[in-house]
């Protein structure tokens, strides 16, 4: 039973009380008045609850409802109150109140926030089945499916049954729910919103234990909702629960502040209504005061406070160009500062924010003022979140559609795919519960794009490995690497909005990650992913180092394997014929050339011509230092010797493997050399005779496509003297 109360006719943030407990504060805001929840339960026992009349308690409600939905059906909004009292009845809060009030202002906040009818029928039963003898099938055969999964999805595991982890297991149930269902989230912050309102009656103790998975789990779960609204309120409360000292001193801050005549966003505001006014824009100037844990960080941040530092001026207009055109207006008309505007209208945020971020520069004093620019119906978004966008997995319908432009379906979005992704491979409520604040606690997301156009959702500070796993899940074991904006990159390499990230894969399904890559996984599904392969196989080492008996693993020491005699190392001179005939040929080193390069030839000492190709380097070098050319072409003869150098990923059998493709190919090894492994990519130079000269492209397709090999090349020119 949900009866953390003190008193409920407490709006606003919480003061600490000389005792430890929570004191109620003052409303900030400007707003519809809250009802007072003594009064209200009161009604509650005593109201008119007559059949097809609505309830007075329900009033309130009803009000904040209709100014959102003035046509909504209240049928069942009746019913379920009137079923939700029935049920509570005698129950009571520790405050002393009927218990039907917390379901009743849990209501209240949802409405006000915008919530459809649904939403608001589930959450005046929300505690119905967790509390009372109402069951599910009774709230399904009375108010339907979609009321009966909120229900269920917002309603506790039993204590007795799940013992100390019935806490974990609820917020997995909850989750796996609100994948289906965002509204079932929606319900749940509005309940400890409420519950955090009337904290004050509890121990200091489970103060503390409510205030702090609030902090690491619903705080964050609102901002990816997008309601913020609930998130800045949930912010303060925490704040007086956690920081009782730091709390009152910003406290005090604000009050003095407010006292202050000279207000300097008033004296902005009436400026930035005039600039609009003489420009001929339709827009409402209003001033939006901070929180008080955004005055902290201000505070902490800026030092001592200014009057502008209170508070931001907010500009709502009708259309998207319309907040250009004031962005516009501003910037001619007052001294922006430039660093501080951030366009989130063109990239909005992954939570559905959309403004326009800027400030200016005051002319008198230089204080700067943070504006906020958008659309009414931008606005509510911001505010409300996924509440205001009522169910997003209803039928689509044309009134539905948002008029400005915003994504009006934000089902399943990328964090909280990732989130039910991983969760089912937590092995335990424990490991399930610290990775869920440990993923929670990333707060910003990125979007990378793949070769294909698709996109992928990933936290900031993700990396390839991070990708690997997002794209491929278990399969990403297999990955050799990647490249990024079309460059290699390692794995550990960290990844930047906007991004394209090609992933290697190869073609091994019994390949095992690298142990290294668990200190470059940022999110929870690579983590939990890698940990789980590794401890299917504890013996095993990581596959750079490994050692198989088909052959060393690329990354072992630098080896030379010539693979035929001496004289086999040269082409027959017959293959270039030099003019004079007669002289010894030699092709050069540096650059490797075969038919059908474009050639010339230098005369070297000994009577040997040295034969290159054209672009070589060594070529303009010697044209410069006055060398005469020889004419050189290629004879009749195709076979050919060319040195060619290979780029992989270190894994088993990778040599013996690109060994066995070149053999298929025909091609007989000179010699071969392995570097050492640098940041798990490893070089290979292997020089080779080919029987036919039109049989190298053939070949160096066939060492690409050796899983874990992604580049070959003819060797380059060098700086070096013949």
Known sequence: MNAEAVNPASPGPVTPAV???????????????????????????LGSAARGRLPDAIGHVVEAHRAHHPDADLDPLRRAYVLA????????????????????????????????TTTLTASLLHDTVEDTEVTLDQVGEQFGAEVRYLVDGVTKLEKVDYGAAAEPETFRKMLLATGNDVRVMSIKLADRLHNMRTLGVMRREKQERIAKVTRDVLIPLAERLGVQALKSELEDLVFAVMHPEEYAHTRELVDENAARADNPLTAVADEVRKVLREADISAEVLIRPRHFVSVHRVSRKRGPLGGADFGRLLVLVQEDADCYAVLGELHTCMTPVVSEFKDFIAVPKFNLYQSLHTAVARAQDGQVVEVLIRTHQMHKVAEAGVVALGNPYAPPAEE????????????????????????????????????????????????????DGGTLGLPEGATCVDAAYAQYGEDAHACMGARVNGRLATMSTVLRDGDTVQLLMGQDPASEPSREWLEHAHTAAARIAIQRRLAAHPGQPPAEAEETSR??????????????????????????????PGATVRLAGCCT?????????????????????????????????????????????????????????????????????????????????????????????????????ARLPALMRAMRDVAGVYDVSRAQPQTTGV
């Open 551 to 580: 052959g060393p693993a690329a990354g072992d020491a630098p080896v030379s394997r010539p693979t035929s005699d001496g004289p086999a190392a040269r082409p027959a001179s017959a293959d270039v014929l030099v003019d004079p």
């Open 400 to 451: 539905q559609t948002a008029g400005d432009g915003e994504r009006a379906d934000p089902t399943r979005p990328g964090w909280l795919s990732r989130l039910l992704d991983w969760q089912r491979g937590a092995p335990d409520p424990d490991t399930f519960w610290s990775t869920l604040r440990a993923d929670l606690a990333q707060d910003r997301e990125i979007t990378v794009f793949r070769p």
């Open 19 to 45: 005792n430890g407990a929570v004191a109620p504060a003052a409303p900030r805001r400007k707003a519809r008045p809250r009802i007072d929840l003594r009064r209200l339960g009161r009604a509650a026992l």
């Open 85 to 116: 009292e029935s049920s509570h009845r005698g129950q009571m809060r520790k405050s002393g109140e009927p218990y039907i009030t917390h379901p009743l202002a849990v209501t209240l906040i949802l409405a006000e926030l915008g919530a459809e």
């Open 593 to 693: 050339p075969v038919p059908p390069d474009e050639i010339t030839g230098f005369a070297v000492r000994g009577g040997v011509v040295t034969v290159h190709r054209a672009e070589c380097a060594v070529v303009a070098r010697m044209k410069s230092a006055g060398r005469a050319e020889v004419g050189v072409h290629w004879g009749a003869s195709t076979q050919c010797r060319v040195t060619l150098l290979a780029e992989s990923f270190g894994r088993p059998h990778l040599l013996a493997d690109l060994t066995e493709a070149m053999a298929v190919e025909g091609a007989e090894i000179v010699s071969a050399t392995v570097e050492p492994p640098d940041r798990q990519r490893v070089r290979h130079t292997y020089t080779v005779l080919l029987p036919d000269a």
